[in-house]
Every structure is written in C-alpha cells, then in structure tokens.
C-alpha cells in the first residue's frame, strides 16, 4: 500500500497513480529477486546494504565510547579507542552499542559480523562546514572527536560541550543523510552512472541502480518489515522496549542488517508518534516503491519514464528527510530555551547548576549536531544557514556569560563576552520560527513560540538576532 502523499505525489506528475509490482509482501524493503543478466550464482535476493548498517553500528558504538571515562585522562589511549570506530579497523572491532539488554538480544556482537572493512571517515560530507571554523566535514568530526579524547568524558563544563552528541548528531547528517541524498539518490541515479544493465562492481549479484537505492535506504536506517510497525513500535525499536516488534522473522533474535532502526529513522518515528506528521512512513515507502520500479526493470536499463519516476520518489524522500532533522533543531533550540530558563531560576537562588548546566550542554549539542547536519544536504540551504550558525554561535552561552567564539589554527577555542542570557533565549525562538518559516516543520516538539513577543518586548525590540 502506497503512502497517501506518494500517491498524489505521483499521480500529480504522471497525471496517474502509478502501479506498482508487487514483491515480497507488498510493504517490506524486500526479499527482491535477482535481475542481473547471466548472474548464475546462488542467491535469490538482490537486495544488500549492509556497509551502511556496519557504518551505522560504527557511529552508535563512537557515540558510546566518545561518552565513556577512560580509566585514565591520557588523550592517546582515548583516541586509540575511538579513531577505529571512525576511521575503521582491520581488526574486528567490538559493537559497543547497540548492545543487547534483558531480552532484547542483538544477534551481532561485532562489526565484521554485519560486513568488513567499513569506516566513517572516508564516507563523510567532504564540504566546508562555516558553523564549525570552516573545516570540511571529516575534519569537524575529527577535530571533536580529538577534544572528546582530550576531555576524556561526556560534557566539559569549560565550554559547554558535550561531545557525544555533538559527534553523533552531525555525524548522522555528515555521513548518512549526505551519502544518501547527495551520492546515491543524486549522482548514482544518472543514466550513465551505475546502469541498471550492468552489475554494480564485477562479481556483484545486483545490478548498479538495484545497489545504489539499496544503499541510500540503508542510510536512512529503517528495519526492512517497519512499514508493518506503528510509529510507536518503530520508535520503542530503538529504545529497545519492544522485542516482538523487532523480531520479524520469530527466531529470538534482533537482526541489526534488518530488525533494527537507526539514525534519522528513529528520529521520524519519534515524531510521528505524536499523530501530526508521517516522515517514518512517507519515506520509507518511498523507498519500497523506488525499488519497486528498479526490480520491474528485470535487468534493462532504466527507461526514461522509470527515472522520472524514481525522481519524484527521490524529492519525495529528500523533502522528508530534510524535515525530520529541521524537526530536530526547532525541538532542542526548544530544550535550550527552557534549560536557561531553569539555569536563571537556579542561579538567582544562589543553588547549585551542576546537574542543569550539563542537561542544557546535553542539548546545545544535539541542536549544534543537527543544525551543523542540515548544511550537509543535496541543497545548499544558503542564508538559512548563515542565521543558524550566527544566532546558536559556536558555543552555548556558559555560567560566566562567556562563550566560544571559534577556534584558533591550533585548534584551540577561542572564548570572548556573550550577548547575555535573555538575548540568547530569544535567539532559540527565532531558530525555531525559522524552522517554521523554511521547512514548514509541524510536530513541533517542545514549542516555546508563544514566549516570542514577551521576550522580545523584554529586550526593548532590538537585538542583534533580528538581523542574523
């Protein structure tokens, strides 16, 4: 069954809505059957994209370890833990998230388990990144993940940084959402790139266009039988609550390469469960439907009529995709804004900020990760960008009223004077109406609009955010 807005999406294009093959059980990312001429070998499913589930293992477990203590604070010893979980290994690395809990067991235990040879690094958004000292985008991670190494845990009150999220956060959009939308839902969708008639590499068992939108759906990271799961239930995937959910084929286990919901996925599901949005289920079917298409070729190359269709699919993915991590600014600009609040009430009564400052730091880095992800599309997103970066700066106003303010050629930070805490908060509501203006954002988590006009009224209806 066909999303409702696919639906439309197609029939407004092709003035008729498009009649899909049916494959598998009609809503699952697969089994789909081998089309590649004169293949003679054993398999029975083309469908493979299991680089990108070891890649979003890989992040998972960097996450996991750029948040651990190290036993002791010597940065070298941090750094030989993390830089194989992003620059790969050629030893097995150990998965150290997600690990399985009570009995929601993960049937991998290691990376090569799910597929060799993988990394971040070589895959990262190769583009200069202007909100994070104008290093590319494998530089941006490198350099965080050397101050999480020389931090040696999570959070750094001395900059307001907390690095797992920081790192994780864009590395999701850096990685991921670049790969998929800018390489393989762009480039790789050409005629000549990677032809339907052709194999995708000698001795491959797809054909180029079948691996190509593989790999795109791996990125976005959603388990092959989701579209048969709520929103809630893709949701409590990730959170590991709800193993009957996960278990599709019944044998005990969660399957990382196909049961498990990662990234981007997991942020959908966690907003359409509100009931006011889609994204889980719009773009996943998307996905099942371009394949689909691919798969009813029968090993010919692509007629002209079948990419124009994968390309109403692929703007229908991009569109959505784009709106899930918009979606996850407007919500942490939201969890800024009220974590000041609360910093404000504590300091004014003289009590202790330590546990509210590092929860604010906590956000700061998920709206930095995923504000500095959303430059990493197909699209540059111009001075939509510009106003990001200027109004969350390139680090959260701190207890001193100090910030960072960028980072030297050494890659030291650099700290100066903040505008002050009021003005920062009205910097968060307009982050989040500029969501609202540009990407027409509508779950709206933690929506702290209504406070605009006080605030700025407060403020006597000037600030520097008004010309960001």
């Known amino acids: 069954m066909q999303n409702k807005f696919t639906k439309l999406m197609l029939a407004g294009v092709f003035g008729t809505t498009l009649a899909l093959p049916a494959f598998g059980d009609g809503h699952s990312y697969g089994p789909f059957p081998i089309t590649l001429k004169g293949y003679s070998g054993d398999k029975t499913n083309s469908v493979s994209y299991s680089g990108q589930i070891a890649r979003h293992v890989l992040h998972d477990s960097l996450k996991k370890l750029s948040g651990t203590k190290a036993s002791t604070n010597i940065k070298q010893i941090n750094l030989d833990?993390?830089?194989?979980?992003?620059?790969?290994?050629?030893?097995?690395?150990?998965?150290?998230?997600?690990?399985?809990?009570g009995d929601f067991i993960i049937k991998q235990t290691t990376v090569n388990e799910i597929s060799s040879g993988k990394n971040l690094s070589g895959k990262s958004y190769k583009g200069v990144i202007n909100g994070w000292g104008g290093l590319?985008?494998?530089?941006?991670?490198?350099h965080m993940i050397n101050k999480a190494a020389e931090h040696g845990s999570a959070f750094d009150p001395n900059t307001g940084y907390n690095y797992p999220q920081l790192i994780s956060k864009f590395a999701m959009g850096a990685v991921f959402y670049n790969q998929a939308v800018d390489n393989y839902l762009d480039e790789k969708l050409g005629p000549d790139n990677k032809p339907n008639n052709k194999p995708y590499k000698d001795g491959a068992y797809y054909t180029g266009k079948e691996h190509s939108w593989d790999e795109a759906f791996g990125y976005w990271g959603a388990a092959a039988h989701s579209l048969n799961l709520t929103a809630e239930q893709n949701y409590n995937i990730t959170k590991m609550k709800d193993m009957a959910a996960a278990d599709h084929n019944g044998d005990g286990v969660v399957d990382l390469k196909t049961e498990f919901n990662f990234a981007h996925a997991y942020y959908a599901a966690s907003y359409d469960k509100g009931g006011k949005t889609d994204y889980f289920k719009t773009v996943t079917q998307a996905f099942v439907d371009g394949r689909k298409i691919i798969t009813s070729a029968n090993g010919e190359a692509l007629t002209p009529a079948q990419r124009s269709q994968l390309y109403v699919l692929r703007d229908i993915i991009g569109q959505n995709w784009e709106k899930v991590i918009a979606e996850s600014v407007f919500k942490y600009a939201g969890s800024v804004y009220k974590d000041i609040d609360k910093l404000q009430t504590i300091m004014e009564a003289n009590g202790d900020t330590t546990k509210a400052f590092a929860t604010y730091g906590k956000h700061w880095g998920e709206l930095k990760g995923?504000?500095?992800?959303?430059?990493?599309?197909?699209n540059n997103?111009?001075?939509?960008?510009?106003?990001?970066?200027?109004?969350?700066?390139?680090?959260?106003?701190?207890?001193?009223?100090?910030?960072?303010?960028?980072?030297?050629?050494?890659?030291?930070?650099?700290?100066?004077?903040?505008s002050g805490w009021d003005e920062y908060k009205l910097h968060m509501l307009k982050i989040q109406k500029l969501m609202v203006d540009v990407f027409a954002v509508k779950a709206r988590a933690n929506d702290q609009l209504a406070n605009i006009s006080d605030l700025s009224a407060k403020l006597g209806g000037s600030n520097s955010a008004e010309n960001d």
């Open 370 to 378: 995923f504000a500095l992800a959303l430059q990493c599309g197909k």
């Open 381 to 418: 997103i111009g001075e939509t960008a510009v106003k990001l970066n200027r109004m969350m700066g390139f680090g959260p106003v701190l207890l001193n009223s100090s910030q960072v303010t960028g980072v030297d050629s050494n890659g030291n930070f650099i700290k100066d004077e903040s």
């Open 136 to 142: 590319t985008g494998v530089e941006v991670l490198e």
């Open 81 to 101: 833990g993390m830089m194989p979980y992003f620059k790969g290994s050629k030893e097995d690395l150990i998965i150290l998230a997600p690990k399985s809990k």
